[in-house]
């Protein structure tokens, strides 16, 4: 297949009519960033769609993202203890006590939110 037949030109691209650049690639949505465990709301108001949504619909959205986080971390915490000897691998150990101060910061974080969203809806 000729290069030339697939590719635009730059000539092709000055001559066609006006029109909006497609988004780039790997841009990051409100969704993603729920998806991955985001669970901020500061963090979160940073994207135009967390505006549009109703106080309900953002606790439902960090209430996902706080359940995402939280899996996350369990899997990094299976996946590191089912070392047999940490006498062999310090490494991993420190890094079993870290993710346990994540989880707990995430439980504080937790409590933190539902009773800022359940209390100021009212």
């Not at 000055?14 to 988004?23: M, V």
């Not at 780039?24 to 967390?50: C, H, I």
């Not at 109703?54 to 986080?69: C, D, P």
Request: proline share 8%; net charge negative; no cysteine.
């Amino acid at each position: 297949m000729d290069v030339s037949e697939t590719e635009p030109t730059e000539q092709s691209l000055s001559s066609s009519p006006a029109s909006p650049p497609p988004p780039p690639r790997g841009k990051l949505t409100l969704d993603k960033a729920v998806d991955m465990g985001e669970y901020d709301p500061e963090y979160l108001s940073q994207f135009p769609d967390w505006h549009e949504l109703t106080r309900h619909m953002q606790f439902e959205l960090i209430k996902k993202a706080l359940a995402n986080r939280r899996k996350q971390l369990l899997f990094q915490w299976m996946e590191i203890t089912r070392a047999n000897d940490y006498r062999l691998k310090p490494h991993l150990a420190e890094a079993a006590s870290s993710i346990d101060r994540q989880l707990e910061k995430l439980t504080r974080d937790k409590e933190h939110l539902y009773a800022k969203y359940t209390l100021e809806s009212e």
